[in-house]
């Protein structure tokens, strides 16, 4: 599969067959993560593998009642959580150089695009969570102080591929030289 076809072809699956997920493909997946990009190469994620049933109860459990993610994260055979070390990205000697403060949610964010386009081209679903109480999942995985529980996803064969979303057209999302021209 090339790049484009990965990227297009990637979708946000939450319907997942039980078969196991071999080990051969988690350490792929776990391989884009550690090739991710990251503010002055600071690395700042860790990544928790959840396979057991009762930990992925208990971590359905921060996210709203009306998330569809839930079903997923307990029928997928594994979960995985993105982690971020405060402090890192985006410092240099321990001051800011960002007028965004901590930039870990930009780095964390291309490991989880980068794990998420793994995953597709190895045959494997993912949706990436965001919508849950992270100091609750924190206590759950019983996560450090200056670390902070940022994404999760559940990890494993589709079940079933939802159809693509609709896309903007470029020409809605780009201008030349300025904002607004096009």
């Given amino acids: 599969m090339d790049l484009m076809e990965t990227i297009m072809g990637r979708r946000s699956v939450r319907s997942f067959a039980?078969?196991?997920?071999?080990?051969?493909?988690?350490?792929?997946?776990?391989?884009?993560?550690?090739?991710a990009p990251?503010?002055?190469?600071?690395?700042?994620?860790?990544v928790i593998v959840v396979k057991e049933q009762g930990t992925?109860?208990?971590?359905?459990?921060?996210?709203?009642?009306?998330?569809?993610a839930r079903e997923a994260i307990l029928q997928a055979p594994l979960t995985l959580i993105v982690i971020a070390i405060e402090g890192k990205a985006g410092?240099?000697?321990g001051e800011a150089r960002t007028d965004k403060g901590d930039w870990y949610m930009f780095d964390c964010g291309?490991?989880?695009?980068?794990?998420?386009?793994?995953?597709?081209?190895e045959g494997l679903g993912t949706v990436i969570v965001g919508s849950f109480d992270a100091a609750k999942a924190a206590v759950v995985l019983q996560v450090p102080?200056?670390?902070?529980?940022?994404?999760?996803?559940?990890?494993?064969?589709p079940e079933k591929?939802?159809?693509?979303?609709?896309?903007?057209?470029?020409?809605?999302?780009?201008?030349?030289k300025q904002y607004g021209r096009r």
């Fill in 91 to 93: 410092f240099k000697k």
């Fill in 161 to 176: 591929v939802p159809a693509p979303p609709k896309r903007k057209e470029i020409e809605e999302f780009v201008y030349y």
């Fill in 56 to 68: 992925k109860t208990e971590l359905v459990e921060t996210l709203s009642s009306n998330n569809p």
């Fill in 145 to 157: 102080q200056g670390k902070v529980v940022v994404a999760l996803t559940p990890l494993g064969f």
């Fill in 38 to 46: 990251s503010w002055a190469n600071t690395q700042c994620w860790e």
């Fill in 18 to 35: 039980p078969d196991p997920v071999p080990e051969e493909k988690l350490q792929k997946v776990l391989q884009a993560v550690q090739w």
């Fill in 110 to 121: 291309l490991a989880m695009q980068n794990l998420c386009l793994a995953a597709h081209a």
